[in-house]
């Protein structure tokens, strides 16, 4: 048997060894188990299908109550979510944004839609998230303040937002982060989209910076169809955030009148019916995702060669997608051990191509990557569903 053959069959025994017997495994699956009928069904008895209905404002009160805000404003998707929050956040045509290469390409596609130019910077292998010693070592040398505008030396373009991702569910390191982008002047909107349930040294992610967004797309630990969110503490952004994707519809009993560039972003109702019913098994559902990572953490503990990858103590993870890093010395093996899992009905997939290397961005500005290029060509996913664990 080459090695490979190896690798392949022991990563196979220890994905059994943590599930329960199946024909085959999904990456990730929803799971409706509670009120998800009854609540679609009440919008089509109804007839509030739309944009207009009663779970809309349920499941904003309901969203801001479970992630420790003050205000969710939930609209069509997490991209459109990120654009609008980036917008808030006064990210304007020629601003740059501050972004880590490894996330999924919406992350700096929301950027290119608010007409600015993703910066894309290097993760750390800690929590997958920004890796925040280099960011300061960039800003520190690769920028000056002018008039309190933090602005690329470089480019001499401002650079106006950073987005750290919460990869995986795994937190980035917040507070550190803030405190640097603080001494820059550079406003924190968090991609929180993975992160439902998450708490980084005992808070929930989502309320550590200016914004963050959510997002409840199927694949997401819960989801509304398509949908996403903005979640925020503060007063006057989240009464923007409902202008802004509502088409800036000035409230009038019968005229239409729109005081801006609006957009058509709401989350219809029947989605937000969905997303009532989902959030309410939110505690369970992230209770059982943490419960497989511990699976497969005990049954990877002894195989050589990889790490299965668990969180920090000052983490507490919703664990969405769980992760296997590959040593440097196996790491070309990889594909052949995507190969053999594929073929054998267990679907486990590379991480993401870094979006400095995809054809719309590759003339951006991007720092070392080094750590984003390790994780990238070491990292596989598991499967990873609720239904997965008991
Ligand atoms: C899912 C996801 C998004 C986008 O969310 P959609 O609802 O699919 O638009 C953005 N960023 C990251 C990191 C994601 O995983």
């Known amino acids: 048997m080459s090695l490979s053959v190896n690798l392949s069959a022991n990563i196979e025994q220890a994905i059994r060894a943590a599930l329960p017997p199946r024909e085959r495994y999904a990456l990730h699956e929803p799971a409706f188990a509670g009120n998800e009928w009854d609540y679609v069904k009440s919008c089509l008895d109804e007839g509030w299908v ?51 290469a490894l996330t999924f390409v919406a992350t700096a596609n929301s950027i290119a839609y608010c007409g600015a ?16 010693a280099k960011l300061r070592e960039l800003l520190v040398s690769q920028t000056r303040i002018v008039d309190g505008v933090c ?48 708490r980084y040294r005992g808070r929930h992610v989502g309320g550590w910076g200016l914004a963050s967004v959510l997002s409840f797309n199927g694949n997401k630990i819960m989801t509304t169809g398509g ?4 979640l925020t503490n503060n007063a006057e952004l989240a009464r923007r955030a409902k202008h802004l994707t509502t088409t800036a519809k000035v409230p009038h009993a019968y005229e239409y009148v729109h005081d801006e560039l609006g957009y058509n972003y709401r989350m219809p109702n029947i989605n937000a019916a969905l997303g009532c019913a989902q959030l309410e098994l939110m505690g369970e559902f992230v209770r059982r995702k943490r419960a497989l990572a511990e699976r497969y953490a005990t049954s990877f503990a002894e195989l050589d060669d990889v790490r299965f990858y668990v969180e920090p103590a000052t983490h507490e993870s919703n664990y969405w997608l769980n992760a296997l890093v590959l040593d440097a010395a196996v790491v070309g093996q990889r594909d052949a051990v995507l190969e053999h899992l594929n073929a054998r009905r267990i679907h486990v997939r590379p991480i993401w191509t870094l979006l400095c290397d995809l054809p719309m961005y590759t003339a951006c500005q991007s720092d070392d990557l080094t750590g984003a290029r390790q994780l990238a060509a070491a990292t596989l996913n598991l499967p990873s569903s609720v239904e997965l664990c008991p």
């Open 50 to 100: 739309s944009s207009v209905g009663a779970f809309v404002d349920r499941f904003e009160a309901d969203l801001a109550a479970f992630a420790e805000v003050n205000y969710a404003v939930v609209c069509v998707n997490g991209t459109a979510a990120l654009q609008v929050a980036l917008q808030l956040a006064g990210v304007r045509p020629g601003d740059e944004v501050l972004v880590p």
């Open 117 to 132: 130019a993703p910066w894309f910077v290097d993760s750390s292998a800690h929590d997958f998230g920004l890796d925040v």
């Open 227 to 230: 949908g996403g969110a903005i």
């Open 151 to 198: 602005v690329n030396k470089q480019s001499g373009r401002p650079v106006r937002a950073c987005v750290p991702v919460h990869v995986f569910g795994h937190a980035c390191r917040m507070d550190d982060l803030l405190e640097l982008c603080d001494e820059f002047g550079i406003a924190v909107i968090e991609d929180a989209t993975e992160a439902l349930g998450s």
